[in-house]
């Protein structure tokens, strides 16, 4: 009997559970299909601009090696990495005891040469005036003229030479042909300095110049004065502009590519030569075009000539329509919209995968909406230097 009564009530279980399915299956049936939440921002225009990028050597506008033209021992090395200079500054000193001794030598033979005009041309004098007497000959008064043209020559034959022994004793104080920053110091006291190898470099840093090299597909879209932004490491986030100032006519032939020079102004010194620069150049500027976040849009197998079409959902009257559109220029996440969306149409930019042409949809805010408030836009991407 007990064995019947355990049965019984198993039975009855499963019978509860059975209509409680039913019921609930009925309610679901009634509940009506599922509405898709999304994430809208309305279409809106503007100006777009596409960029080339490219990675640059920073180098100072003037960046001058200082050389020594006399092969001596350094004595002293006045300048150093990172001092501010004036031209004419001294910079270092060569040992001199060699070229001076070659300064007194000249001035002596000078000094010999001028005593021997001025004996000379006594002698010339004298005779000239006895030439009406007869007591001398024209042969003797031609052949004294010719001493005293020959002294005459060789006298500044040693002047010359006196002031190349002067400029190169000078030589050996060795200044800054230019004002502007030592940038490096390649030798020490007691080195040897040769005209081969530099004391010093001098760099401008007031002034400096990006030099980047551009592959030949992009030249032709290059030119003077297009908008650049600069950007290097030290200063991430803090782009500085300028323009480009020349681009190279002739190409390399192993590598193909062409110099293009920016100069940029440098208060802070901030950009220092040598430092890598990301180069945005802008090389096309398209104002007052419909545009939409290309995250929003999904490429279809639809084309028109040669080119995709995009799938982009909008909404109208609470639910989805699904549109084809064209693409034109791309900045960044921002994409032109040639043709399919209008200006200040509703776009869904989340969850658009999620519904199909007429579905039902519920619009869902980042924050609680106010009463009456509209959907809120989302933000326009930063341009990156997306080509």
């Not at 020349?246 to 940029?264: C, K, Q, Y």
Request: proline content about 5%; glycine content about 10%.
């Amino acid at each position: 009997m007990k064995r019947y009564s355990i049965s019984f009530v198993l039975f009855a279980f499963f019978v509860v559970l059975a209509l409680c399915r039913c019921k609930g299956g009925s309610d679901d049936a009634d509940a009506g299909p599922e509405v898709a939440p999304v994430r809208v921002a309305t279409v809106e225009t503007g100006a777009l601009t596409r960029h080339l990028g490219f990675i640059g050597d920073i180098e100072g506008q003037t960046e001058i090696n200082v050389f020594s033209f006399v092969p001596d021992r350094l004595l002293a090395i006045d300048a150093k990495e990172g001092d501010r200079v004036k031209a004419g500054q001294t910079l270092a000193t060569v040992r001199a005891s060699s070229l001076g001794e070659g300064v007194k030598q000249v001035a002596a033979g000078l000094d010999a040469v001028r005593a021997q005009l001025t004996s000379l041309q006594d002698q010339q004098s004298r005779l000239k005036k006895l030439e009406g007497s007869g007591a001398v000959t024209s042969s003797q008064i031609l052949a004294v003229d010719a001493q005293v043209a020959a002294a005459q020559a060789q006298g500044r034959q040693f002047e010359a030479m006196l002031g190349q022994a002067r400029q190169r004793r000078g030589d050996a104080v060795i200044t800054a042909p230019v004002a502007g920053v030592i940038g490096k110091v390649f030798v020490e006291v007691g080195d040897i300095a040769a005209p081969q190898i530099p004391i010093c470099t001098i760099v401008d840093l007031d002034h400096v110049k990006i030099v980047v090299r551009v592959p030949e597909p992009d030249l032709p879209l290059l030119a003077v004065g297009q908008s650049v932004e600069v950007e290097i490491a030290a200063k991430p986030g803090e782009p500085v502009h300028g323009s480009v100032t020349r681009v190279g006519p002739v190409l390399d032939r192993l590598s193909r590519t062409a110099s293009l020079e920016i100069d940029m102004e440098n208060p802070d010194h901030a950009l220092k030569p040598g430092m890598l620069a990301r180069v945005r150049v802008e090389v096309e500027r398209r104002d007052g075009v419909v545009w939409a976040p290309k995250d929003a849009l999904t490429v279809t197998n639809e084309r028109e000539g040669d080119r995709s079409l995009y799938r982009a959902v909008v909404i109208e009257g609470g639910k989805a329509v699904e549109r084809l559109v064209l693409l034109g220029l791309e900045d960044g996440g921002r994409v032109e919209i040639i043709e399919g969306l209008k200006a200040g149409e509703t776009l869904v930019v989340s969850g658009q995968h999620l519904v199909v042409d007429g579905d039902p949809v519920r619009v869902i805010y980042d924050e609680q909406p106010q009463p009456g408030a509209q959907p809120v836009k989302a933000a326009a991407p930063a341009r990156d230097g997306g080509r």
